[in-house]
Nanobody
Framework: QLQASGGGLVQAGGSLRLACTVSGNIFRSSAMGWYRQAPGKQRELVAGINNSGVRKDYADSVKGRFTVSRDNAKNTVYLQMNSLKAEDTAVYYC?????????????????WGQGTQVTVSS
């Protein structure tokens, strides 16, 4: 199961830290991705991290503002979001793939879990 948390209402320029806790035994073997879906738009991958946490990748729209990290001892992946903009408003989700980061950029996961709402007021 995937449980995202940490969302909320923040003013433009502010920061939020999201967390996603994953149940089960495969977290340490899995690449993790953070995704978001704004109203009327498709879900998009915004950040990915490999199983060890060494490799990270970001969508151009968030590069330099968002930082993904993970704590394998806690089965948790984080998304630190700084300099938030109104266009970052969305429901944020996480997901995983044991095959690696290249498999994160897709939408056909078996399940998504509960997302967390981020609303940025301008």
């Amino acid at each position: 199961q995937l449980q995202a948390s940490g969302g909320g209402l923040v003013q433009a320029g502010g920061s939020l830290r999201l967390a996603c806790t994953v149940s089960g035994n495969i977290f340490r073997s899995s690449a993790m991705g953070w995704y978001r879906q704004a109203p009327g738009k498709q879900r998009e991958l915004v950040a990915g991290i490999n199983n060890s946490g060494v490799r990270k990748d970001y969508a151009d729209s968030v590069k330099g503002r968002f930082t993904v990290s993970r704590d394998n001892a806690k089965n948790t992946v984080y998304l630190q979001m700084n300099s938030l903009k109104a266009e970052d408003t969305a429901v944020y989700y996480c997901n995983s793939d044991v095959r690696g980061m290249r498999w994160l950029n897709r939408s056909d996961f078996a399940s998504w879990g509960q997302g967390t709402q981020v609303t940025v007021s301008s």
